[in-house]
């Protein structure tokens, strides 16, 4: 017997239909901000993360499943989604025909070596989006009203969005420059990585898992306190219109976020549920100014967000969030090898004409075939045995209503799609239109 690896699951027949579900919905509100699917490899040259990402974050030095395949070349699984829509963005010249700002989303598996927990994963699910081409901060307002408004379509209630500026060139510059001065004297007490990050990305330092909480980082400076005027006006104009749409969040002065490449806005939701344990953070996003210029492309401003789908999920569990339940129209019920042709052959019209149908492969007896209705949600059962094969005819019952029926063979199609365009009944007990009897 073979196991799953480490860090990785399945989703079986029972739990699908939340996550189809999930993804519907996403993709409604998608539709609502004007944002376009995008689908882009999980592999992508490994150089592509080193490049984006960076070389010292954790996700690229520790954490990315790298292999060389048979050319020779050095392939790495997609650990996050931007880079590679950035790479697509630029090598498809998508800029050059944009009229607009360009605005894509995209959904998939994302691979990190990590150490598995609840919501932590190796292969994990992330839903993210990017827009392109302006710097004005209505584009960040757009973004996080997005991401807010998916948890509001998804009824997730218990979150708290976290908002901060690390600033643009000039405060990031300042900001570096104060932070390391400050730290100088501490540089000893700090973690092994941390120590590292001191001569190499100080600004790393204030989102260590180890230090981050600690004296040392809480009385840092931070970064907000050293953003140009230009970066102050985007960041208060970004928060005017949070406001103005009323979309709530908190100033939390040392949020920075595990990835380099981003510039200004950054963000957080972290949800209060005890569904997610730990792990609460379920999505983060941030502007990122310079990342298409970096990867080769034009001097084309960018934001974005990704979402984490496992807490998610976690989340939608403690509000009890249901996918849709298993159903059909039809379930035909053939008795006897001499109706299997020209069952199977109704079968297929039916579906053609858009029934969501099934029947019984494995030669049951009754009780088992009435099991299957059953576990199916079968909306109607034809049943077509010998008789009704020399009549023409086949017996359909409503398992909504109970009532049973002789129609001839050739009208079942149109029957069942007669049956499904009645209104809905308005009596709950017996399925009339009206029903004095059961009326209360
Ligand atoms: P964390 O601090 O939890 O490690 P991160 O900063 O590494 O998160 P991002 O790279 O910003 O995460 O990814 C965006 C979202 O993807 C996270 O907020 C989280 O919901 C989800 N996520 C990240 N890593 C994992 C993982 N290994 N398993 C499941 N979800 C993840
Ligand atoms: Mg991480």
Partial sequence: MYHKMKGTYDVLPDDIGKW???????????RLFHYQEIRTPILEHSELFHRSVGETTDIVSKETYDFVDRGKRANTLRPEGTAGVVRSYVENKLYAQAIGVDKYYYMGPMFRYERPQKGRYRQFQQFGAEAFGSNSPMLDADVIAYAVAILRALKIKDVT??????????????YRAALLDYLKPHVGDLCHDCQTRYQTNPLRILDCKIDGGGPILSNAPKPLDYLSDAAKAHFDELTGYLDAMKIDYEIDKNLVRGLDYYTDTVFEVKA?????????TILGGGRYNHLVADLGGPDVPGVGFAFGLERLMFALESIN????????????????????QDGMA???????GGLLADVDFLDKNMKGKWKQVEAAGARFVAIYGANEKEAGTVNIKDQQSGEEKTIPKHQLYNHIVAELMKPADSCDSCGADSCEDCEE
């Fill in 272 to 280: 209060h549920l005890e569904t997610l344990g730990a792990q609460n």
């Fill in 161 to 174: 969005v976290h908002l901060n500026s690390i600033g643009d060139d000039a405060s990031k510059a300042n």
């Fill in 20 to 30: 189809q579900k999930l993804e519907k919905v996403i993709k409604n509100v998608s």
């Fill in 346 to 352: 109704m079968l297929n019209r039916c579906r053609m």
């Fill in 321 to 340: 969030f249901q996918g849709d339940p298993d159903y059909l129209h039809l379930y035909l019920m053939i008795l006897g090898d001499a109706q299997k």
